[in-house]
């Protein structure tokens, strides 16, 4: 079962130097927050699909196709069901469907999809030890950075030894989808055991190696590899700059926001 997101392959966006991928990353997500328009959103969306597709990382957008569809299905019911602003438009019962409702729940079901994708794509096309590097260049404190990092690091671990628990229980017969859904739930507990006792291990384990590896030391960090800032890395920011300073601009003059502009 492959748990990590990261596909090592050589395109133009994986050699991106990591500070870019960081700060490109930011640009789209504060270029997807600012905006509620559906017919604003679907371009932006669009391009970053495109460049999921370039970095062949389409592979991971299926894997999380449900996680996809639960997002856009359930922000797109719920807004469309309790958006606050505008006069009633059809009535169903006690609910109330708002003038504008629909166009601002889908704008908040693409923002919200978009945004996800943003981050499948960087995961996709940054390794961890690229997403460190470039957290101590961008200024976050590196015993900070490590620990934002880490979580990268040890995720995959515990739900990889989740499984091998799981995997091993199965072979020795034990059944964990018997019975219904309350029951199904309660016979994974026994499994919790030994995946805790395997992090307190791992946290110990690490906890000593940071020790010996100098962690607390306050010298200045180096890195062993070194990152080189290029000319394709200077376009990659200067088209993503431009890009999201449109969408503040159509922010500031209000209009991305739903009910401003006919």
């Keep these: 079962m492959r748990l990590y997101l990261y596909i090592d392959r050589r395109t133009p966006l994986h050699e991106l130097n990591p500070t870019v991928k960081v700060l490109a990353m930011l640009c789209f997500f504060l270029a997807a927050f600012v905006n509620e328009r559906p017919a604003l959103l679907l371009p932006l969306g669009a391009g970053v699909m495109a460049l ?28 469309t069901l309790f958006y606050p602003r505008g006069e009633p438009w059809l ?9 504008g409702a629909i166009e601002f729940a889908l704008g908040m079901s693409l923002k919200l ?28 404190p590196y015993k900070l950075g490590f620990t934002m990092t880490l979580a990268f ?37 026994p ?15 690490m906890a000593m190696a940071l020790e010996a590896r100098g962690f607390l030391s306050q010298q200045p960090r180096t890195s062993f590899e070194q990152y080189r800032f290029g000319l394709r890395d200077v376009i990659a920011l200067l ?6 300073s449109v969408f503040v601009a159509l922010w500031w003059t209000g209009y991305t926001r739903v009910g401003m502009y006919p």
């Design 239 to 244: 088209v993503t700059v431009v890009v999201t």
């Design 52 to 79: 999921v597709r370039w970095a062949g990382a389409w592979q991971n957008v299926r894997r999380l196709r449900v996680l996809f569809v639960m997002v856009f299905t359930m922000t797109l019911l719920i807004w």
């Design 91 to 99: 009535t169903l019962g006690p609910i109330q469907i708002r003038t």
């Design 153 to 189: 690091r040890l995720v995959p671990v515990f739900v990889e030894a989740a499984f091998t628990v799981v995997q091993a229980q199965r072979s020795r017969g034990f059944n964990f989808d018997e019975g219904n859904p309350l029951q199904r739930i309660r016979r994974y507990v």
């Design 191 to 205: 499994v919790m055991v030994p995946v805790f006792m395997g992090a307190l291990r791992r946290a110990d384990s």
């Design 113 to 140: 999809a978009t945004v996800l994708a943003v981050g499948v794509l960087f995961l996709s096309t940054t390794k961890v030890e690229e997403f460190a590097y470039a957290l101590t260049r961008v200024g976050v």
